[in-house]
């Protein structure tokens, strides 16, 4: 670490202290510094069976596998679903940014679907997870808007697993339409928007009008380019409208934003983890 970080960690502290409103936008980047990582280790130990019936290299790809059977499908979703959100408590990454801006005027907008800003210990009702929950269940073609609470159907999907399928009679079904049933993720058109969904996005738009103008630090986390219109390019054009506003970026790999608000970035590369326990302290 050399002076540079010392000084970008020092205006990111001195920016977050002054905030009037601090707006947090979390990406997939942040998870995996989070150690909420889709390859590797993780992945082997958990899907030993799977690897080896299919070929699978990571959860990011096996998540659009075509299973022939609805059987195959739901004994890989319970085991990558109750991994990610039912076995996987909050991490140290997620508790140390609720304490950064634990005592602010904040807002989370996250594309992550683990709900960890939640077991951290935001409030539900300041974290807009806008691309679903793995704790949820839709009917396939969204024929209604509601969504059903999966733990309990997991846990016994995984336990009656056998040779990478479940029975028969654990396959979920639509009870509206009697249909095939998917995970709430934001994957195609019918994608389920369901009540609570609503009044996050208009809680989310009420807090951008009423930081409008003000001293706003928007701090962007692990936020890549698989989806930049719902956070890395809406932060950019905020930075830049307010002229009070300040950009904190937290990106190993994408650190680099729009030239028009290179002045009023303050951008980091290194580790998320000692960045946020540098700012912390």
């Not at 977050?16 to 936008?25: P, V």
Request: hydrophobic share 35%; glycine share 6%.
């Amino acid at each position: 670490m050399n002076d540079t970080y010392f000084v970008r960690i020092e205006r990111a502290k001195k920016a977050i202290q002054e905030a009037q409103y601090i707006l947090l936008g979390g990406g997939a980047g942040l998870s995996a510094a989070a150690g909420i990582e889709y390859s590797g280790k993780r992945f082997t130990d958990n899907f030993a069976p799977f690897i080896k019936k299919y070929k699978f290299t990571d959860l990011y790809t096996s998540g659009f596998y075509p299973f022939k059977t609805q059987e195959e499908k739901w004994a890989y979703w319970a085991k990558h679903i109750s991994l990610n959100r039912y076995e996987t408590s909050a991490t140290k990454l997620y508790r140390d940014i609720f304490q950064v801006v634990k005592d602010k005027n904040y807002f989370v907008i996250s594309t992550n679907v683990e709900s960890q800003f939640e077991k951290a210990g935001f409030p539900s009702d300041k974290v807009f997870e806008i691309q679903g929950d793995y704790a949820y269940l839709q009917c396939a073609k969204g024929c209604h808007d509601k969504l059903y609470y999966n733990e309990t159907m997991v846990k016994e999907m995984i336990q009656k697993t056998v040779d990478c399928k479940i029975p028969s009679k654990l396959v979920p079904k639509c009870p509206v339409c009697g249909g095939e049933m998917e995970v709430n993720l934001r994957i195609d058109e019918y994608f389920v928007q369901d009540e609570r969904w609503y009044e996050l996005n208009k809680a989310y738009k009420d807090f951008l009008d009423k930081s409008a103008g003000k001293k706003v630090v928007y701090i962007e986390l692990g936020v890549g380019f698989n989806t930049p219109g719902i956070i890395r390019y809406p932060f950019e054009r905020l930075n830049y409208e307010n002229e009070n506003a300040t950009l904190i970026r937290l990106n190993r790999d994408y650190p680099q934003g729009a030239k028009e608000n290179e002045n009023k970035t303050i951008s980091f590369a290194e580790n998320m983890q000692e960045v946020v326990s540098a700012i912390m302290n």
